[in-house]
């Protein structure tokens, strides 16, 4: 039988979306042989309330980053709600959504390193692959620290980390070139007026100009 094709779920604020998160999910396109990376904005993060731009605009901003490349798709799913997102659901919906896919989530080894504080996040440890990324200078090593990990049982397989969970799932952790542009970086320069070029998308940076975002912090 056929290897089910594999889905990576990217979620995050992208307030707004940088070539840092674009080129982070196209290195782990290509090294986990993803079919689609699915970019799926959050609505207000329960853990990370200061958002600066409205859900649609964060939603239009990762729409015109994504548009170009057949491996990029964007979800609604978690910014249409007025709720806070919370992963667990978002990942049964996606599990759905792609039945017959091999559906894995994507996040940095600093988020996973949080999920303690995770609504459900045993759960979402039993029902996902993840691949957790890890950027210098954010050693690989660390990811021995949380508490999830079977420290013992930990093999590499050429750029990925293949870990054992204390759940008994495997969780794979790819370290990648970095790229260093942060959303931070990016309000904090169009609100001092600084250039934001070669930070994000064209596309992106017209529509932060002609819609004023971030211009007060
Ligand atoms: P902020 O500065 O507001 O925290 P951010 O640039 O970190 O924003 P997020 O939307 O918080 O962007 O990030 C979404 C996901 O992308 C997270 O898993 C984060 O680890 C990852 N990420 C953010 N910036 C980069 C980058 N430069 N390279 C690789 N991954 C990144
Ligand atoms: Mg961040």
Redesign the pocket.
């Known amino acids: 039988m056929a290897e089910p094709t594999r889905i990576g779920l ?6 707004p ?5 674009l ?2 999910a196209e290195q782990l396109r290509e090294l986990f042989e993803l079919e689609k990376v699915v970019f799926i904005p ?1 609505n207000n993060p329960p853990l ?1 309330r200061n958002t600066q731009a409205l859900p649609r605009h964060r939603f239009e901003m990762a729409r015109l980053a994504v548009s170009g490349n057949p491996g990029f798709v964007l979800s609604d799913i978690e910014c249409t709600f007025e709720e806070p997102s919370y992963t667990v659901n978002t990942l049964a919906e996606m599990k759905r959504q792609y039945a017959g896919s091999a559906v894995y989530l ?6 996973f390193l949080e999920m303690p504080k995770w609504f459900k996040a045993e759960e979402i440890l039993a029902n996902a692959a993840l691949i957790v ?1 890890s ?1 210098p200078p954010l050693e690989m090593e660390m990811i021995k620290a949380s508490a999830y990990i079977d420290k013992d049982n930990c093999q590499m397989e050429g750029k990925v980390a293949r870990i054992g969970l204390k759940n008994g799932n495997v969780l794979s952790c790819a370290s ?1 070139s ?10 904090r320069a169009v609100s001092e007026g600084r250039t934001i070029k070669y930070l994000l998308p064209e596309s992106v940076e017209s529509y932060i100009i002609t819609n004023e975002l971030y211009k007060k912090l």
């Open positions: 990217f979620g995050g604020t992208f307030d979306i940088h070539y840092g998160h080129r982070a959050a990370k994507i996040m940095g080894l600093d988020a990324m950027r990648i970095p790229v260093y542009i942060s959303s931070t970086d990016i309000r």
